[in-house]
Structures are given as C-alpha cells and as structure tokens.
Nanobody, 122 residues
Framework: QVQLVESGGGLVQAGGSLMLSCAAS????????VAWFRQSPGKEREFVAA???????FYGDGMKGRFTISRDDPKNSWYLQMNSLKPEDTAAYYC????????????????WGQGTQVTVSS
C-alpha cells in the first residue's frame, strides 16, 4: 500500500517562501510522475506542478517562475519550492503520483497525500 505524507505547510506573509515535501512509502515511485495540486474552500482541486520520471517539469497556469518542483528518487520524495507567495496561494496542498506520463487532471492520479495547509497573509 502506497502512502504519501506531505509536510512543510504553514503560515507565511505575502512575498515569503515555503518548501513543501512529500515522502512516499510502500513502494518506490522512481518510474512514476509525481505532482502537486492545491484546493481552496469552495473551489475544485487545481494542478500546480508535475515532474516526470525522466525529470521533465510541468506547471499550471501562473505557477511557473514562482514555484519549482523537484524530486529525489533515492529518498522516494518530491518537493515544491514556493517563492513570492500571494494571499491567493492560500490552499491545502496535496501531493500525488501516477504510473504514467504527466497529467493535470485529478482523476488521472493513482495515489494522494492527506494535504498540508498553506496560508499566506497579506
């Protein structure tokens, strides 16, 4: 059974930075695409970024330039560095993984973490 656990969320002022981490257990995700999504109250879960098994990165609209996704396969982990945070980035952030090429839809991901809250104050 694959388990994903996020960490690194918290409260930060606008313009600040946070790094989220996702640690996987149960099996290696070396050949998987891994990703981050976020969800604000009353909104649908939104694609943030993904990194393929080959290291190619993909970002959602408005994410590239402020957010950077990376992975560390020996540690079975991946990360989301978030800079220049804005109040509208406030959301629960979820890590996810899929056995396949990169994708942006929630339904295409096989495994999910429980989420970590990021709150950006103005």
């Amino acid at each position: 059974q694959v388990q994903l656990v996020e960490s690194g969320g918290g409260l930060v002022q606008a313009g600040g930075s946070l790094m989220l981490s996702c640690a996987a257990s149960g099996r290696t995700l070396r050949g998987y695409t891994v990703a981050w999504f976020r969800q604000s109250p009353g909104k649908e879960r939104e694609f943030v970024a993904a990194v393929s098994f080959s290291g190619n990165t993909f970002y959602g609209d408005g994410m590239k330039g402020r957010f950077t996704i990376s992975r560390d396969d020996p540690k079975n982990s991946w990360y989301l560095q978030m800079n220049s945070l804005k109040p509208e980035d406030t959301a629960a952030y979820y890590c996810a993984a899929r056995d396949g090429v990169w994708a942006t839809r929630v339904s295409e991901y096989d495994y999910w973490g429980q989420g970590t809250q990021v709150t950006v104050s103005s």
